[in-house]
Structure formats: C-alpha cells, structure tokens
C-alpha cells in the first residue's frame, strides 16, 4: 500500500510539472512581440544616433541639458608660489596648497585646522604642513600655512602672502 501511495505521488508530481512547463511555454509565446509592432517597434539609424548624441551632450555638459561645457582655459591652475621663512600664505575658501620644498607649519582657526585630502585627516593649529600633501582650506577664516624655512608651494585658488 505504501509503495503504491509513493508512485502515484511521483506520477503526480511528474504530471504537475509538465503541465506547468507545457502552459509556461505557451504564455511565453504568447507574450513575446513581433518586431515591428507597437509593442517592439523597429528604428532608423539615424534615430539612434539622434538618441546617442543627444546623451553625449548630456554628460559632456556635467548632466544639464542645453549649456556649453567650460572654458579648459577658464579653470583655475596651479601656480608655483615662493614664500619667504616667516611669511605667512592665508587660504581663501576652496583653495588647494601642495608644499613642494621648505618646511611650514599649519595655520588652524577656531572653526578647527585644515584638511589633508591626501593623509586623509586634520592638521591642527602648529602642525608641520607634510610635503606633497593635497590640503584643501574650507572657510576663508584665516587658515593658512606659516613657512619656518624658504617654502615652494603649489596653489590653485585665492591666497594673499603675509608677512
């Protein structure tokens, strides 16, 4: 009895699935469309390319559709500063200082001392300035770099040189 109950659930099961996969096949053939229908319609070249330019331009424009990309030459470049030993070089908001040669010392303001993008941690007030670190100045707050021997620095943005 036991083994008779086992082989009908088997023949079951075994029929079950071939119902399910005989009904599959058709609902998916049925639901594919044809090329060329409204469901899938055929395009022109020209049509994808009109699409492919048109997305171009959207990212060459940073994502706003309709502007004109940047100037290149309108960017603001790095400049090679030379700070005497004493002076002081103060860091407007936004600018960017790389201490190429020399050493310096950290301005820091009460807002807190200045970000090393490259060590990826502060630098507080009094902090020698590591060399060939990207620091970039948040606030213009007076944060700035206080060189104790000749430095060169790199600087893209406003800076004013102090004595």
Do not use: C
């Not at 400049?79 to 407007?92: C, F, H």
């Not at 007030?125 to 021997?149: C, E, Y």
Request: charged content about 15%; hydrophobic content about 45%.
């Amino acid at each position: 009895m036991r083994k008779i109950n086992l082989h009908l659930v088997l023949i079951l099961t075994a029929a079950a699935l071939l119902t399910g996969l005989w009904m599959g096949h058709g609902y998916a053939a049925s639901s594919a469309a044809a090329p060329g229908t409204d469901q899938d319609p055929l395009v022109t070249k020209s049509y994808v390319d009109e699409a492919i330019n048109k997305l171009a331009a959207k990212i060459g424009n940073g994502g706003q559709p309709g502007e004109q990309p940047g100037d290149p030459a309108a960017a603001p470049s790095l400049r090679v500063v030379s700070v005497a030993a004493g002076e002081r070089l103060i860091a407007s908001e936004g600018t960017e200082i790389i201490l190429r040669t020399g050493t310096a010392t950290v301005i820091g303001s009460a807002a807190g001392g200045i970000p090393d993008l490259t060590a990826g941690k502060d630098l507080a007030n009094n902090t020698a300035v590591p060399a060939n670190h990207l620091l970039l100045f948040p606030r213009s707050d007076q944060r700035g770099i206080k060189a104790t021997s000749s430095i060169v620095v790199m600087v893209r943005g406003e800076y004013s040189v102090e004595p």
